[in-house]
């Protein structure tokens, strides 16, 4: 117990150190700034004092110098340490003080080059002997050079002096052509010498260049400040957790498996050639299973209907019209015709992103018009919207218990296939209940039929699509059901003793279509979220609108599909892209689920097992390039989209 | 109006607090604050910005001279994370570090094959792991991550186990791990009385095995066999079990070595043949799966059929007795008591199918190494099985582990474990699990996810060897 007290005791301190050095901190530069205006000299002297401290603190706390950390007593130890800090601070102050006094340029030229030349003369000559380079001459002047055109071209796209970039450029590439390049350790003293007289030389001149600024510049620099001050902590933070590591990812997908030796596109081919991520072998088989077929079938229908309304109203397909309805239930299906015949990981994820978007937006969407101004709306949404609050992974852990399968001869205990094994026995049945739900249901099929004739007997074709649609569904459950055809309808089987048992379905196991029942949970996730975006775009729409229409004589779907909807688009296009973008990284449910087992393997997942699994890193890596780069071009089109609605 | 601000103020620190604590970070949080700043700075001052270059090559350079830790503790980590095993473990190293001055810590990590990886990339591994994958440990201390075992350490190995299992130990003819649990797998989980009531005998070889199942379909009582390969992130490595055991019984063990080092491929004949075997001995007609189909059912929910007679065998490994439920007796004679039977061989070689845990260290700390050499010794076995027992509930359960240290006192375990024990001593050909032993992409990879797909009817063997060869890293 004492030793958890001490523990939170340290941290405490700590934290109340760190918080009170950055507020420190924070105030410190805002105090800095405020001298921009009120007394440049002193601005000057301050900043440049700080940056020499920071660079002699950074040379001197890293022990690359010589000396630092050595010493008997603990002064004489803090000394050593903080002496060249010291040093270089109040030399840089003074440069930087002269220079905010002297306005002709030539002595600024001198002061410039000789104070921060002398500075990183001191430097190198105390740079200990193991961080000396053994300077090669041609890799030092071509990173200088190239370097250097760079720093000169960016200036001249920038429209300034070129030598201004020149200069900087020449000094970055000098430090990595002496530092970066060669081994440090064994080059002379006066190579290190060299190595950091010059760059901090050129610096010099370049500082020495830029002349006192005028008012209004130093009005442009107090303002510019602040928005660095306030911005820069966070940027910070952003460049080390996310640009790094993600350029670091690029990088080790280069490498080989073991992160030692480029392998450049290797990753990226093997991936492909995998038939893990990407098995076409049997796509011949598409153009022979069921949704394929489906949907050729209802894009033929489209294609009638199509002909049909460009006679009546001049277009083929619009929003709202008879031929839209077969045209996107068609290409779902063919979709899925695809998506069953080709096998893989890279599928499987485009398999997710089209069926869980398309699900998703458009239930949302129907429930969002369907709530709309009805007595229960708020019941009904919220309800629809609860698993939003539920974890992925909680949501797959719910799901799973509800596919669950158990041995025909036992009790189901899943929700769904006890629904359908319940199904079965009871379309096989004799007993009372059998004929109760059968009755029940053929009298809805009858109803069903009958308004289908009277829609047909009145003329009014369009009234009698949808009833039509379901009294077919429904009569081919009720001809199932009694057994008229194909013997009883719902889990069930008869076997070598003829006797009927269950016959649980295994929703994750069962490829291909396991992998539609893992989207359903998704599926069930987003709708909400989509839903109540939809929801809030379509009470805004304005309502003199909906009346001017419905004062034209309107009818109701008229409103939807013609004011309604064009209205809402943009709110449908970011629900859209905002899906899209989820649904390609999914990995929660896939990994709780199956673990990508039976042919349900995504990328996300792929690339957990690959990079910290099998230590696959290169691997792993390349996986991780590529979600991201079929991310990108999503997240460049939401953004842009968000600022121009900005 | 001022103490709002100063509970506002505090509820920050509160956080802050948190978060430090959680990110386990000691002293580093002042330095980055210190430099959150100064490149801001630099930044601001627009055209000064270039001496901030000279930081880049001096951080690259800046050493990691972190102290390696308390001196007086050692963290040992491991998969077993079970209340027995974790709690075995911690009682009896405890003991040990309480004995020697040393603060002995034990990890259970559910996530360990995951998390080792990081732990090791990051520089942080703790002191001692424990391996379960002699493959996992091979590739370490090909990397130089392990460290040898020092003289000590490995003379004790030597003397406290056979060469048989350390031999998963020796890494290029250098020892680094120790043994500290061994696993029988080639065993059958029956009921004798079923048996006996059925008229059964138990078959000796792996032609009266079939047979026998053959049998007992035709009398068309309960199947004769449960199978559930689903394990998790691990679905598969039941089967693979099969088939490990089924080369060893058809092959012999040169072939099996050869099939675990790639020198003959993954889609070699004989291994599809092994593959193929299993398979068929696996049908709707001969197995009983509590979930449907035998990939969907948890391998941990066949002790209870078995129990309630819905199959007659069930062969998985020693540990399983943990999978049985709760009340049945194991090996005494009485109604409904459970045995076991050596899963019988073709040749009368009596190969055995075996795993276990082996301990490696990852730095040169002799209180490191000593405590290597107490986990190889038969003193360790017998504590670690008194105090797993005593947490399993004692009297006369199993405690699930099994050690097969030379000199240990076979009295400490139960009748059922030690006919274990026999069966391990009288076999001469012990082969460790060879999913462990390969290379992660396949053992803990392919030939589970390719074995769950053959098993689960969407690949033939074949289909499914060939995918896991062209899996196999080059």
Known sequence: MGDVISKVVSTLITVVIAVGASAGLWVGANLVFNQVRRDWSRFNAIAYGVIGFVVGAILSGNRLTAGSGKGDGRLEEFASWVWLPLVIGIASAAVGFALSRIEDPTPRLVIGAVGLGSLGLLSGLLLREEYRPDVDIGPLVGWTVAIAAIGGGISYLRKRPPICGVLIGGAIGWILGAFGSPDLGGGSAAWAAVASLVPAAAIGVRVSMTPIPDRERKARIDQSSRAVIFLGPALLFIFATLVVPAIRTMYLSFLDNDAADFVWFDNYVDTFRDPISWDSSDWTNMFTSWPFIIGVVLLVIFVLVGTYTKRTTGKTVELGSASMAPLVIGGLFLAFGVFTALRGTIVNNLWWVVVVTAFSTGLGLAVAVLADNVKFEKVAKSVIFMPMAISLVGAAVIWRFMYVARDSTKTQTGVMNAVWVGLGKLSTGSGIPTIIVGVLVTIVFLALLMAVARALVTQSYARAVVPGVFAILLGWFVIRYWGIFGGGIGGQKINSAGVVVGDPINFVQDPPYNNFWLMVVLIWIQTGFSMVILSAAIKAVPTELIEAARVDGATPSQIFWRVTLPQISTTIGVVVTTLIVLVMKVYDIVKVMTNGNFGTQVLANDMFQQAFQFTNIGRGASLATLLFLLVLPVMIFNIRRMQKEV | ?474
């Open chain 2, 1 to 474: 109006m001022r103490r709002p601000r100063w509970f506002s103020f505090l509820a920050l620190l509160l956080v802050f607090g948190l978060i430090a604590a959680a990110c386990g970070s000691d002293d580093d949080e002042g330095d980055v604050a210190a430099e959150d700043e100064a490149p801001a700075e630099e930044e601001a001052a627009a055209e000064e910005e270039a001496p901030a270059e000279e930081e880049a090559p001096a951080e690259e350079e800046a050493p990691a001279e972190e102290p390696s830790g308390d001196i007086d503790s050692i963290t040992v980590t491991g998969p077993e994370r079970d209340e027995s095993e974790a709690g075995a473990y911690q009682e009896v190293l405890g003991a040990w570090g309480a004995e020697n001055g040393i603060e002995v810590n034990y990890l259970g990590d559910a996530d360990w094959e995951a998390n080792i990886n990081t732990q090791v990339q990051g520089g942080n591994p703790p002191d001692i792991s424990m391996f379960p994958q002699p493959g996992k440990l091979a590739e370490f201390a090909r990397d130089g991550h392990l460290v040898p075992l020092s003289d000590g350490a490995a003379a004790a190995t030597a003397t406290n186990w056979s060469e048989a299992w350390t031999v998963f130990g020796n890494v290029d003819g250098v020892q680094y791990g120790v043994p500290a649990k061994a696993d029988l797998k080639s065993l059958v989980w029956y009921q004798p009385a079923a048996f006996e009531a059925a008229g059964y005998e138990v078959p000796t070889t792996f032609d009266e095995f079939t047979a026998l199942v053959d049998q007992m379909v035709a009398d068309g009582g309960p199947k004769p066999l449960c199978v559930g390969i689903e394990s998790g992130q691990a679905t598969g490595w039941t089967y693979t079990d099969w088939v490990e055991d089924m080369v060893l019984r058809q092959h012999g063990p040169e072939v099996y070595d050869q099939w675990v080092s790639h020198e003959i491929p993954f889609n070699d004949p004989q291994i599809v043949e092994s593959m193929d075997t299993v398979l068929q001995l696996w049908n709707e007609d001969t197995v009983f799966a509590s979930s449907g189909t035998i990939a969907a059912t948890a391998f941990q929910d066949n002790g209870q059929p078995l129990v309630d007679g819905d199959c007659f065998m069930h062969r998985q490994a020693s540990f399983y007795s943990a999978f049985i439920p709760e009340g049945t007796t194991f090996a005494d004679g009485s109604e409904d008591a459970v045995d076991v039977f050596y899963f019988p061989d073709i040749d009368g070689s009596k190969p055995v199918l075996g795993a276990g845990i082996l301990a490696a260290a990852f730095n040169e700390r002799p209180e490191v190494h000593q405590l290597l050499e107490f986990l190889s010794s038969p003193e360790y076995a017998e504590q670690r099985q008194t105090a797993q027992q005593a947490l399993k509930g004692g009297g006369d359960a199993l405690s699930g582990y099994l050690s097969a240290a030379i000199g240990q006192d076979p009295s400490v375990y139960q009748p059922l474990e030690q006919s274990f024990l026999d069966i391990l001593a009288n076999s001469t050909i012990v082969r460790f699990d060879a999913s462990d032993l390969m290379p992660a992409d396949v053992g803990a990879g392919t030939f589970w996810t390719e074995g769950t797909s053959a098993v689960n009817g969407d690949k033939t063997a074949q289909e499914a060897a060939d995918t896991i060869e062209a899996s196999w890293p080059s």
